[in-house]
C-alpha cells in the first residue's frame, strides 16, 4: 500500500529549516537524531536561499530556523532577511546563549518576526546540568531581556520532564518574568535522543497530573499576561495527536543536508528514502515524493484506524511511535486506547518512572549505541 491519495495535497503551512546540527548545548532530549550531520554537510548560504525561494513559490507560510544551534551560522541575518523579503513569517528557535545585544538588533533589523528561546530549568545549576553547559541559565536570561528590548515577541519553550517537573510553577514565574508572551509546556518526547534517555526522562502519572494541574491553574491566573502551549507525553495518552498535523498535510523538515521530511523523527523509519533539496524542485519533492506519500491521508491506514470516525482528525497519530513501540511504522500509534499494544506503552512509562533514573546520556556529535524501545 502506497498511501497516494488521489488529489494534490495543500501546500504546507509551516517548514522547519534546520541549519546545522552543530549545538553548544547537549540536552538529553533533542529532537535531532542520534546521528547527527556534520558542518562539512551543510547546505550553504546560496543553497538555503534557493530553499526559500522555493518555499515561498510552493506556498509555505512560516519558516522556523531551528538546529542545532541556529546562531552558530554566521549568515542566519542574511538568510533572515532574505525570507522575511519573500514574504514569510520569521522565527528563531535557539538557545539564546550564543546572541549578544548587538546581534540581536541586527536579527530584528534583517526582518525576524518572533523568537521561541528555550530553558531548561528555573534554578541555575539544575539548568546548566540538564542542559551540559556551564553558565547557560545566566546567558539566556541576558538574550531574554535583549530579545524584548529589541521589540521582538518573546515564547519561553519549556520542555519537561522526570527531573524538572517539579519546578514548574517557578518555570512558569520565569516565563512572566521575562516578559514572554508565550510559554510552550511541553512534556517531552520519546525520538531520537529522548528515546534515548527515556527512563531518565519519563515523569510518573502523579507528576504529569500535577502538571496539569499546574497549568490550568496558571492559565487561569494569568489570562491575558501569558499564553500557554501544553503539550502531555503520548505514553500516558488515550488518545494520539495529529503528529504534525498529520504526515506530508502542513510541515515540512529540511535537514542541515538538505534531506527533506515530514517530520524530526522520520529517518527512524528504515524503509523510506528522503529526497534532497536542492537536487530536486521542493514542491516536486512535497506533492510527488514516495516518503511523503506512503503515510498521507488515510489510504495506508489499518483497520484499525480506517474505520475509526476520528481518522481525519488524528490522522493515525505518530509513524515514528509507531515503528519504536510495536516494530512497525503502518501499525495503530499505541497512544490510541484502542490499540492492543497500548497497554504496552502505559506499562513502559510506569515501568521506567517507577525506578531511580539513570545518569543522562548527553547529546554528543559521536553517535551512541542505538536506543532501544
Not at 510552493?58 to 541575518?77: A, I, K, N, W, Y
Not at 516536486?284 to 489499518?302: H, K, L, V, Y
Request: hydrophobic fraction near 40%; aromatic fraction near 6%.
Amino acid at each position: 500500500m502506497t498511501g497516494k491519495t488521489s488529489t494534490a495535497p495543500e501546500p504546507p503551512l509551516a517548514m522547519l529549516a534546520e541549519l546545522t546540527h552543530r549545538c553548544p548545548f547537549s540536552c538529553p532530549y533533542c529532537s535531532n537524531p542520534l546521528d547527527l550531520e556534520r558542518r562539512s554537510q551543510e547546505l550553504d548560504t546560496a543553497a538555503w536561499r534557493e530553499v526559500f525561494d522555493q518555499a515561498a513559490a510552493l506556498g509555505v507560510l512560516q519558516v522556523h530556523f531551528s538546529g542545532g544551534e541556529p546562531t552558530v551560522r554566521p549568515d542566519l541575518e542574511e538568510l533572515v532577511e532574505h525570507a522575511a523579503g519573500l514574504g514569510l513569517y520569521t522565527n528563531l528557535i535557539t538557545a539564546g546563549v550564543l546572541l549578544d545585544e548587538a546581534r540581536v538588533g541586527r536579527l530584528a533589523a534583517a526582518g525576524l518576526d518572533h523568537v521561541q528561546l528555550s530553558i531548561q530549568d528555573s534554578d541555575p545549576a539544575e539548568s546548566d546540568r540538564i542542559g551540559g553547559y556551564q553558565g547557560g541559565y545566566r546567558r539566556k536570561i541576558e538574550a531574554a531581556a535583549w530579545i524584548r528590548a529589541a521589540g521582538l515577541p518573546l515564547t519561553l519553550n519549556a520542555p519537561v520532564h522526570r527531573q524538572n517537573i517539579e519546578h514548574l510553577e517557578a518555570i512558569i514565574d520565569l516565563a512572566v518574568e521575562l516578559d514572554a508572551e508565550r510559554i510552550e509546556v511541553a512534556h517531552v518526547q520519546y525520538y531520537g535522543w529522548g528515546l534515548k534517555n527515556r527512563a531518565a526522562l519519563m515523569p510518573t502519572r502523579a507528576q504529569l497530573e500535577r502538571a496539569t494541574e499546574v497549568v490550568e491553574a496558571a492559565r487561569a491566573r494569568l489570562k491575558g499576561i501569558l499564553v500557554f502551549d501544553y503539550v502531555v507525553p503520548d505514553y500516558y495518552a488515550h488518545r494520539p495527536k495529529a503528529c504534525m498535523g498529520g504526515w506530508g498535510r502542513q510541515f515540512l523538515n529540511i535537514t542541515p543536508s538538505g534531506k527533506v521530511l515530514p517530520c524530526h523523527a522520520a529517518e527512524t523509519i528504515p524503509d523510506l528514502e528522503f529526497e534532497r533539496v536542492p537536487e530536486r524542485d521542493l514542491a516536486e519533492i512535497w506533492e510527488n515524493s514516495p516518503a511523503f506519500q506512503r503515510f498521507r491521508g488515510t489510504d495506508w491506514m489499518p483497520e484499525l484506524c480506517a474505520s475509526c470516525e476520528r481518522r481525519e482528525i488524528d490522522w493515525g497519530g505518530c509513524r515514528c511511535q509507531a515503528l519504536a513501540i510495536t516494530g512497525d511504522a503502518a501499525q495503530t500509534d499505541p497512544a490510541c486506547g484502542l490499540s492492543p499494544r497500548h497497554a504496552d506503552l502505559v506499562a513502559l512509562a510506569e515501568a521506567e518512572s517507577g525506578r531511580e533514573p539513570p545518569a543522562f546520556q548527553y547529546r554528543r556529535m559521536t553517535r551512541p549505541e542505538p536506543a532501544e524501545a
